[in-house]
């Protein structure tokens, strides 16, 4: 994201970027004449003699002002510029159509087509430079409104103290991609006792700490995945189009590399770990925002509880006897949702259940069967 510069920007500053300008006409000499001109007020130019090649270079190049003849051959003036506003890297592109002569009918036709000036071949020098030069500021003024805009727009969107997006702006898209449909995958990432390095270093050191992971995950991430600030320690994670065991993977190293992290405050050093739980489009029918999230929730919570019991002193079983894991208190209300009548989310539930208390048939846990 761009910085916001400490002084206004103006004409100026636009004047001094390169711009490029593409000229169409099929008299060769006309063609010479106006790109002599364009290149000197400050132009790079290219020239086609028919609208056919002209479209083929506009698909090709990136053009700040295009002019072209309205009786162009292939194609012609007035059909281009249906082609170019219909056409999302072109709609904005400044354009000048070149008119045979003074015919008002035709300068309205082409403004109403979607062309922001005329020129009459009859125009003098001074009057097709005067035009050129206007075109020119025009466009400069168009590139600062659209660099401060995307700067608005990085402001309104970025977590200012991690980098990925805000949660607004998280949600907003999450549900955009919802709507979309297609395979989505949503991974929250929680970081664990967190809380502890606020209280033993600070809140300056537990920002550096969320700065830092905030960057390993736009580093970590393709351009295309969804990175966002969920709350305070929490991170998420929503990747399109990919099948569910391969975010896992991605998921799972993403918790490596933050495990992989160190701090050095004086002569003490330290990192942190992250547990994640997995909401997923492929395990439910017609998903929402909220089940997604719902679901992560719950995987997160049961990742949580398995972790911590993994790093609690484990009971002895000299005689033999398996001693079973204590259920959270979470998991029997999990279990009643999953004996609902006709529910069609027991796939879901199921896969948030540790092994131990998955439903059986008949969404009753292993043991109670009649």
Same mark, same amino acid.
């Given at each position: ?12 500053? +636009? ?42 270079? !506009? ?7 295009f002019l072209v003849n309205i009786d162009t051959a ?41 062309? @922001? ?16 030069? +206007?075109?020119?500021? !025009? ?93 305070? @320690? ?14 896992? +993977? ?112 008949? +969404? ?7």
């Open positions: 994201m761009k910085t916001l510069p400490g002084r206004r920007r103006g004409d100026a500053d +636009g004047n001094s970027q390169p711009m490029t300008a593409l000229i169409v006409d099929d008299e060769a000499s006309y063609r010479s004449y106006v790109t002599t001109l364009a290149e000197k007020v400050g132009f790079t130019t290219d020239a086609a003699a028919d609208g056919t090649t002209a479209l083929q270079m !506009l698909s090709n190049a990136r053009y700040d002002l292939g194609i012609s003036g007035l059909d281009l510029i249906a082609r170019l506003r219909a056409d999302e890297t072109m709609k904005n592109m400044y354009t000048v159509l070149i008119t045979p002569q003074e015919d008002v009918e035709k300068k309205i036709a082409a403004l109403a087509a979607g062309y @922001d000036d005329f020129l009459s071949k009859s125009a003098t020098e001074l009057e097709i430079i005067a035009k050129l030069v +206007g075109a020119r500021r !025009l466009v400069a003024r168009q590139q600062t409104f659209e660099e401060v805009v995307q700067d608005l727009y990085g402001l309104a969107s970025r977590d200012e103290l991690t980098g990925v997006v805000n949660r607004r702006f998280l949600m907003s898209e999450i549900e955009k991609l919802v709507v979309q449909g297609g395979a989505l995958t949503l991974v929250l990432f929680d970081l664990d006792n967190f809380k502890a390095i606020n209280d033993t270093f600070g809140h300056l050191i537990g920002d550096r700490v969320l700065r830092d992971i905030g960057a390993l995950f736009q580093r970590r991430t393709r351009p295309e995945d969804l990175v966002g600030r969920y709350g305070g @320690d929490e991170f998420i994670l929503v990747v399109t189009g990919s099948p569910f065991y391969l975010v896992e +993977g991605i998921a799972e190293r993403l918790v490596s590399d933050i495990a992989n992290l160190e701090w050095n405050i004086g002569t003490t050093q330290f990192s942190i770990g992250a547990t994640i739980g997995i909401g997923s489009s492929h395990f439910l029918p017609e998903p929402t925002v909220a089940q997604l999230l719902e679901a992560a929730d719950r995987d997160l919570y049961k990742n949580k509880f398995v972790k911590k019991q993994g790093e609690a002193p484990q009971p002895s079983a000299l005689g033999g006897d398996d001693k079973a894991m204590p259920l959270p208190q979470a998991v029997p209300e999990v279990v009643k949702e999953a004996q609902k009548p006709g529910n069609n989310r027991l796939a879901a539930i199921r896969s948030l259940l540790p092994r131990e208390v998955q439903p059986g048939p008949m +969404g009753r846990p292993p043991g109670t069967e009649d």
